[in-house]
């Protein structure tokens, strides 16, 4: 097979073929149901341009090509479930008459041809694998020597071998302390990374991928300045450092390439839309609870002398200080009676919790118990303060005293609740409650925002561990 017919072959059972077949799905959905005019081109022309822009935004040029590795299909009807909403939005935007039988008839079978499609692609791709592993004459698309023998260069070469849709071959290792007759996997070390010139002139290598150990990055200077004159591709595996917690992105400042290491799920999207949600959700919530704050405040005044609101300084996203706002539930002259009652604290840590606190008044218990005094937080909420769910926030000089992991509270945005208020609430000990926040953290999803939100309602409602 000609490398111009594998290459035409590839673009039809991957990128190519998959906006071809969503247009004729959407064609086919349409004229089913009855649905024509001049519109139809309209959107036709519409979600075309939709696929592109998704394909442009989102799927970042790789090495070797991305557009050669094939995807799981939960993965692809995400991406076939996004493109569908955008489209949709841009229907409604412009005013088409799209039907609800017709949007539910194209995700369907747009997701079932896509999937399929995907199939195709990947039987495709292996059967060209096997075809260059048995003859000769058969090259792959692309081949790349590999700079390293450590666990890095090592994990390249069996991405490189057990990938066989990647259709490259890998020639061989260089690396600057192996010598002699040294193999992985049946690839063999072909030399000194000082020979590079003389190795790139002899091969036809695409690319050369540096995965070497940190201590031997200063060496690599030459290598890159030698494969930058003779025109062939570097790719640098960045991850230099061993990581236990935090996640690797590929991003640039201000123009200048850059590796950023985040402790944190790197979800830009759902981020965005927690962001969305906590704004539009602290603003519904002031508006129900409107009657029931103003009925607090009234009630706070005339119980006992002092303000209705209760200011005090926080610890928000990273350490940085903010004013945290609750209904009055004690005396005014509370924080001053705290140092008589230090030997009372029941909670282990720097956090200090008195069950029957004497220092609240007769409303705040009632304010406390069912977490009414909590309300005013959705205004540190409106302005990005805090989120609707999240770590609570902690006072200054508690966060002093935090061990290092502890600290790693403060990598989000506080919240009005979260799941320690919500599994036991202020009934564990300061280090579970510490692990449930960086549970949270490390589990972070919509959905499970969604389910803390829902479990906090119940858990307010019958007042459970309040105090």
């Not at 609800?100 to 997701?111: D, E, M, P, S, Y």
């Not at 790139?200 to 050369?208: F, I, M, N, P």
């Not at 990598?411 to 564990?428: E, F, H, L, S």
């Amino acid at each position: 097979m000609s490398n111009q017919l594998k290459r035409l072959l590839l673009f039809f059972c991957g990128a190519g073929g998959a906006l071809i077949a969503s247009l004729a799905v959407l064609w086919g959905s349409l004229t089913a149901l009855g649905q024509s005019g001049y519109f139809v081109y309209e959107m036709l022309i519409s979600l075309a341009a939709v696929r592109l822009a998704y394909r442009l935004f989102h799927l970042p040029a790789a090495l070797p090509r991305s557009d050669l590795v094939h995807w799981k299909a939960s993965r692809i009807l995400l991406q076939e479930g996004l493109i569908s909403l955008f489209f949709l939005a841009a229907c409604f935007m412009v005013g088409w008459p799209l039907g609800r039988a017709a949007i539910v008839l194209f995700a369907f079978a747009n997701g079932a041809v896509q999937v399929g499609l995907s199939c195709l692609h990947r039987w495709f791709c292996r059967s060209l694998a096997a075809a260059r592993k048995s003859s000769d004459t058969c090259k792959a698309d692309s081949q790349v020597i590999v700079v390293g023998t450590g666990k890095r260069a090592r994990e390249v070469a069996d991405l490189m071998v057990d990938t066989p849709e990647l259709d490259t071959m890998l020639v061989g290792f260089l690396d600057y302390h192996r010598t002699g007759l040294w193999r992985y996997r049946d690839i063999p070390l072909i030399g000194h990374p000082d020979e590079i010139r003389k190795i790139l002139t002899a091969c036809h290598v695409d690319s050369v991928i540096v995965a070497v150990e940190p201590n031997d990055l200063p060496s690599t200077c030459e290598l890159f300045s030698i494969c930058e004159k003779m025109g062939v591709t570097v790719c640098l595996m960045p991850d230099i450092y061993e990581r236990q917690l935090t996640s690797a992105q590929a991003t640039n400042l201000n123009g200048f390439p850059a590796v950023v290491y985040k402790s944190i799920p790197h979800a830009p999207v759902g981020r965005s839309v927690k962001d969305i949600v906590d704004k539009v959700g602290a603003l519904v919530g002031i508006i129900l609870t409107l009657p029931l704050s103003i009925a607090t405040a009234l009630v706070i005044k005339f119980d006992s002398r002092g303000p209705v609101l209760f200011k005090q300084t926080r610890s928000g996203l990273n350490g940085k200080l903010f004013d945290f706002y609750k209904f009055r539930t004690m005396r005014c002259d509370a924080d001053g009676e705290k140092e008589n009652l230090l030997d009372q604290n029941e909670m282990s840590g720097p956090v200090f919790k008195i069950q029957n606190d004497p220092r609240v008044t007769r409303v705040g218990r009632i304010l406390r118990k069912f977490s009414i005094d909590e309300l005013p937080q959705f205004v540190n909420v409106i302005r990005g303060d805090m989120s609707l769910v999240g770590p609570r926030p902690p006072l200054p000089e508690e966060v002093a005293r935090y061990e290092p992991w502890q600290r790693r509270k403060l990598a989000v945005k506080p919240g009005v609740t979260c799941i320690w208020q919500v599994d036991g609430r202020n009934n564990i000990d300061f280090d579970d409650w510490m692990r449930l926040d960086l549970k949270y953290i490390d589990n972070w999803s919509l959905w499970l925002d969604t389910k803390i939100l829902a479990k906090t309602i119940p858990a307010v409602v019958k007042g459970d561990g309040a105090s």
